[in-house]
């Protein structure tokens, strides 16, 4: 595959991580945003085949498979299961109103192009927007964990804002050594995990929510 | 370079072939939810039916409407009609028009004063109804066409023009090599589309029910041959986006010259793209359920947000 086509096809996807990004953060559903970062982490494997096959780096293709099993279908799955399991309300509360966080969205975009902007020349392996798009997906990512009330859909936010981190790695650097790459998806694996567990075991021992530990503050 | 009577009497041609395919696409759209619910519908010529109904019939009027309220049908069909004057339906212009027509900022306008128009003519009449779907309307005007000039900008960026007719035919020149930012305009014209075609996670055309009615409650007051001019305006201002959004991101196939060869290209094109878009519609319109006027900003936030990302990707 030619540089000319991979730069093309990772914009293109650069802007489809981009939509699935603001989907989670509409989402008034906690599976609609489940179901969106699935396929925000599918675009995102695609996107690593596709610098795989046109560098030739055989670490991003294993990288780009760990990416989909794990993130666009075990934690998918995962959450899912304990949203069925615990029978909390699907719909999300957020802290802010919707309307509210869009227009910080917007404001995160401008924000991601001016850091851009004022890094200066960065040798990006794909040239193009990859570095400030890969910026507000982290920022926006950051957003949904700050704004929204459930456990999960933080969890959501957080698996968001990390799909970005690994755009921009991948975009920048044609991605991170291997063995750091494992060890960033094994310990969001982990994360899920101890979040999946605690939420069951909070559930079913006191019956709480997350916005009632903010009562324990001094 | 086209000469001016040439570059008239095609507008004019196009914006009678809009007119008259106008009403079979909303034909298309009821036939196809029809399908899709497993009823057998009504004929796609339904629409023509109807129009031909309402103009045999006689005006009944409000007491309370002033005389500029018999006006109003017509001006809402010329402002909508026009449009169609700024759009490359079947041709592309070949250079900047000898006499220029307008372009995608004065299309806008138009719709704006078309919606602007009708809500003045439902306060006029009185009715409580009118009123309300005239506040409704005029709230969801209010997100939609910033938004709607956002995405029209990001694709005008690229082409350095607002007239559609120069834009479309210059990306067509590019081969169509999408980028994101085409990507996430498109993504921002297909939200926009369902509110400004009053389609329904929006509003929902079918229904005269009172709580959620957004256009239907501004028609109302309106009978006869007025209320033929504003519906037959609403299925031209329906093809008017599709062709847009058309325009916009699939600009292929428009015809240059007069030869009847591509000008039957050109429209087996135009109509492709109708069906794919008005499949889309009725697709949507089929699957989902009409969102509630509050979460209604929250839907076209999302159309607004993804074009203001086709602008920022594109300028910054």
Same mark, same amino acid.
Request: glycine content about 8%; hydrophobic content about 60%; proline content about 4%.
């Given at each position: 595959?030619?540089?000319?086509?991979?730069?093309?096809?990772?914009?293109?996807?650069?802007?489809?991580?981009?939509?699935?990004?603001l989907l989670i953060l509409v989402a008034? +559903?906690?599976?609609?945003? $489940?179901?969106?970062?699935?396929?925000?982490?599918?675009?995102?494997? $695609?996107?690593?085949?596709?610098?795989?096959?046109?560098?030739? !780096?055989?670490?991003?293709?294993?990288?780009?498979?760990?990416?989909?099993?794990?993130?666009?279908?075990?934690?998918?799955?995962?959450?899912?299961?304990?949203?069925?399991?615990?029978?909390?309300?699907?719909? $999300?509360? =957020?802290?802010?109103?919707?309307?509210?966080?869009?227009?910080?969205?917007?404001?995160?975009?401008?924000?991601?192009?001016?850091?851009? *902007?004022?890094?200066?020349?960065?040798?990006?392996?794909?040239?193009?927007?990859?570095?400030?798009?890969?910026?507000?997906?982290?920022?926006?990512?950051?957003?949904?964990?700050?704004?929204?009330?459930?456990?999960?859909?933080?969890?959501?936010?957080?698996?968001?804002?990390? !799909?970005?981190?690994?755009?921009t790695a991948m975009a920048i650097s044609?991605?991170?050594?291997?063995?750091?790459?494992?060890?960033? $998806?094994?310990?969001?694996?982990?994360?899920?995990?101890?979040?999946?567990?605690?939420?069951?075991?909070?559930?079913?021992?006191?019956?709480?929510?997350?916005?009632?530990?903010? =009562?324990?503050?001094? | 370079?086209?000469?001016?009577?040439?570059?008239?009497?095609?507008?004019?041609? +196009?914006?009678?072939?809009?007119?008259?395919?106008?009403?079979?696409?909303?034909?298309?759209?009821?036939?196809?939810?029809?399908?899709?619910?497993? &009823?057998?519908?009504?004929?796609?010529?339904?629409?023509?039916?109807?129009?031909?109904?309402?103009? &045999?019939?006689?005006?009944?009027?409000?007491?309370?409407?002033?005389?500029?309220?018999?006006?109003?049908?017509? #001006?809402?069909?010329?402002?909508?009609?026009?449009?169609? /004057?700024?759009?490359?339906?079947?041709?592309?212009?070949?250079?900047?028009?000898?006499?220029?027509?307008?372009?995608?900022?004065?299309?806008? /306008?138009?719709?704006?004063?078309?919606?602007?128009?009708?809500?003045?003519?439902?306060?006029?009449?009185?009715?409580?109804?009118?009123?309300?779907?005239?506040?409704?309307?005029?709230?969801?005007?209010?997100?939609?066409?910033?938004?709607?000039?956002?995405?029209?900008?990001?694709?005008?960026?690229?082409?350095?023009?607002?007239?559609? @007719?120069?834009?479309?035919?210059?990306?067509?020149?590019?081969? #169509?090599?999408?980028?994101?930012?085409?990507?996430?305009?498109?993504?921002?014209?297909?939200?926009?589309?369902? /509110?400004?075609?009053?389609?329904?996670?929006?509003?929902?055309?079918?229904?005269?029910?009172?709580?959620?009615?957004?256009?239907?409650?501004?028609?109302?007051?309106?009978?006869?041959? @007025?209320?033929?001019?504003?519906?037959?305006?609403?299925?031209?201002?329906?093809?008017?986006?599709?062709?847009?959004?058309?325009?916009?991101?699939?600009?292929?196939?428009? /015809?240059?010259?007069?030869?009847?060869?591509?000008?039957?290209? *050109?429209?087996?094109?135009?109509?492709?793209?109708?069906?794919?878009?008005?499949?889309?519609?009725?697709?949507?319109?089929?699957?989902?359920?009409?969102? &509630?006027?509050?979460?209604?900003?929250?839907?076209?936030?999302?159309?607004?947000?993804?074009?203001?990302?086709?602008?920022?990707?594109?300028?910054?």
């Amino acid at each position: 595959m030619s540089v000319e086509l991979a730069t093309r096809l990772i914009d293109v996807l650069g802007g489809l991580l981009l939509f699935t990004m603001l989907l989670i953060l509409v989402a008034g +559903q906690v599976f609609r945003a $489940i179901y969106a970062v699935a396929a925000q982490a599918v675009f995102l494997g $695609i996107a690593g085949a596709v610098l795989a096959a046109a560098t030739g !780096n055989v670490d991003l293709w294993i990288i780009a498979g760990i990416t989909i099993v794990a993130k666009a279908v075990f934690l998918p799955w995962l959450l899912i299961r304990v949203v069925r399991r615990v029978h909390i309300s699907r719909e $999300i509360e =957020s802290v802010i109103p919707a309307h509210l966080t869009l227009t910080l969205a917007a404001g995160i975009v401008v924000l991601a192009f001016h850091l851009n *902007a004022s890094l200066g020349p960065v040798r990006q392996a794909i040239t193009g927007n990859a570095l400030p798009v890969g910026l507000t997906l982290i920022l926006i990512g950051v957003l949904v964990m700050a704004s929204r009330r459930k456990a999960l859909v933080q969890m959501v936010g957080l698996f968001a804002s990390e !799909n970005g981190i690994f755009f921009t790695a991948m975009a920048i650097s044609q991605g991170m050594p291997l063995i750091i790459e494992i060890g960033v $998806i094994l310990d969001v694996v982990l994360g899920a995990l101890v979040m999946g567990i605690l939420v069951l075991r909070v559930r079913s021992s006191v019956d709480t929510d997350i916005a009632d530990l903010e =009562s324990l503050k001094g | 370079m086209e000469t001016t009577f040439t570059h008239v009497a095609r507008t004019a041609a +196009q914006a009678a072939l809009v007119v008259l395919a106008a009403p079979l696409v909303t034909g298309f759209i009821q036939k196809l939810k029809a399908r899709l619910q497993c &009823r057998r519908g009504a004929s796609v010529w339904q629409p023509y039916r109807d129009l031909a109904k309402l103009l &045999r019939k006689g005006t009944v009027q409000s007491d309370t409407a002033s005389p500029f309220f018999r006006a109003i049908p017509v #001006l809402v069909l010329a402002a909508t009609v026009t449009t169609t /004057a700024m759009l490359p339906v079947l041709w592309a212009p070949l250079g900047v028009a000898t006499l220029p027509l307008g372009d995608a900022i004065l299309l806008v /306008a138009l719709l704006a004063l078309a919606r602007f128009l009708l809500a003045i003519g439902a306060l006029d009449a009185g009715g409580a109804f009118g009123g309300m779907g005239a506040s409704r309307e005029m709230t969801v005007g209010l997100l939609v066409e910033p938004a709607l000039m956002l995405a029209v900008f990001s694709v005008a960026v690229s082409g350095g023009t607002t007239d559609v @007719g120069l834009l479309a035919a210059r990306r067509e020149a590019l081969a #169509l090599s999408w980028t994101a930012p085409d990507l996430l305009a498109l993504i921002a014209m297909l939200i926009l589309a369902l /509110a400004e075609t009053g389609r329904i996670p929006v509003d929902n055309p079918d229904t005269h029910l009172e709580l959620t009615m957004l256009h239907e409650g501004m028609l109302l007051e309106h009978s006869g041959p @007025g209320l033929a001019c504003i519906v037959l305006a609403t299925h031209v201002k329906q093809l008017v986006i599709l062709t847009l959004v058309a325009a916009l991101f699939l600009p292929l196939g428009l /015809a240059r010259g007069s030869a009847p060869v591509e000008i039957a290209l *050109a429209l087996g094109a135009f109509a492709l793209k109708v069906v794919a878009l008005a499949t889309y519609l009725g697709l949507v319109e089929s699957s989902y359920a009409k969102l &509630r006027l509050f979460r209604v900003p929250q839907f076209l936030g999302l159309g607004f947000v993804c074009a203001f990302l086709a602008l920022a990707l594109r300028v910054l």
